[in-house]
C-alpha cells in the first residue's frame, strides 16, 4: 500500500483536461516538494513536473503542477493521445527517511 | 547528453546474491546524488535507495535494509547495489536515477532504461 495515494484510472476524450491527484501527510507532501512522473508503455519513467510546479525543458504547458498542505495535483490540458500513460507522484518522507511514489494513474485517452 | 545504462540483472535463486551496475556519462557523477528504484512489471514503482554525492550518506527502503548496500565508484562512473538473500519479491526492473541538482539530496530526475532481475528457483 502507497503512502501516497493516487487514483487508479481517469479516462478522458482527446482535448479534454485532466487532474490528478496526490493525497499524503504533514511528513510528506506537506514538507517536501513533489515531483511527478510520466511512464509511456513499455518506456522508463519521465519527470514531467518538479519542484512541484516546475517543467522541464520539453514538457509542454499543457502540463502544470501545484501543491497545497498535504496534497498535490497534475493537471494536464488539451488531451493528446500521447500524454496516456501511468503517472506517478513522489516526494520525500522525512518520517520515513525514504523516496515514496503515489500509487499510479493511469490516464487513458 | 545525460546517459544511464544498468546493467547484472539475470535469474538468480531464492537466497542468492546480485550486484547490479549502472553506467553514467554525459554528466560528472561525482556532483550528484543517485537512486535505485524498482518495478515489478505492470506494478507501480518502489524506490529502493540513494546515495548522497559525497557517498557519506545511503538511504534504504525498510523491506531491502541489511540486504542491499548502495556504493558508487566515481572514478570508474558508476553506480552499484549489491542485492544479498535475494526472496521472490525482489523480483522487478531495476532503474538508476540521478537527481536534478548537483550537490543535493534530490528527487529522481534523469532515468535509465532499467535492467531485470527475476529471483526464481
Known amino acids: 500500500q502507497s503512502v501516497l495515494t493516487q487514483p487508479p484510472s481517469i479516462s478522458a476524450a482527446p482535448g479534454q483536461r485532466v487532474t490528478i491527484s496526490c493525497s499524503g501527510r504533514?511528513?510528506?507532501?506537506?514538507?517536501?516538494?513533489v515531483s511527478w512522473y510520466q511512464q509511456l508503455p513499455g518506456t522508463a519513467p519521465k519527470v514531467v513536473i518538479y519542484d512541484n510546479n516546475k517543467r522541464p525543458s520539453g514538457i509542454p504547458d499543457r502540463f502544470s503542477g501545484s501543491k497545497s498542505a498535504t496534497s498535490a495535483t497534475l493537471v494536464i490540458t488539451g488531451l493528446q493521445p500521447g500524454d496516456e500513460a501511468d503517472y506517478y507522484c513522489?516526494?520525500?518522507?522525512?518520517?520515513?527517511?525514504?523516496?515514496?511514489f503515489g500509487s499510479g494513474t493511469k490516464v487513458t485517452i | 547528453e545525460v546517459q544511464l545504462v544498468e546493467s547484472g540483472g539475470v535469474v538468480v535463486r531464492p537466497g542468492g546474491s546480485l550486484r547490479l551496475s549502472c553506467a553514467a556519462s554525459g554528466f560528472t557523477l561525482e556532483d550528484y546524488t543517485m537512486h535505485w528504484i524498482r518495478q515489478v512489471p505492470g506494478k507501480g514503482l518502489e524506490w529502493v535507495s540513494l546515495i548522497s554525492w559525497s557517498g557519506r550518506s545511503t538511504y534504504y527502503v525498510d523491506s531491502v535494509k541489511g540486504r542491499f548496500t548502495i556504493s558508487r565508484d566515481d572514478r570508474q562512473n558508476s553506480l552499484y547495489l549489491q542485492m544479498n538473500s535475494l526472496t521472490i519479491d525482489d523480483s522487478a526492473f531495476y532503474y538508476c536515477?540521478?537527481?536534478?541538482?548537483?550537490?543535493?539530496?534530490?528527487?529522481?530526475?534523469?532515468w535509465g532504461r532499467g535492467t531485470l532481475v527475476t529471483v526464481s528457483s
Open positions: 513522489g516526494t520525500w518522507d522525512s518520517s520515513l527517511t525514504a523516496y515514496v
Open positions: 504533514t511528513s510528506n507532501i506537506g514538507n517536501n516538494i
Open positions: 536515477a540521478k537527481v536534478g541538482r548537483p550537490q543535493v539530496i534530490g528527487p529522481p530526475d534523469s
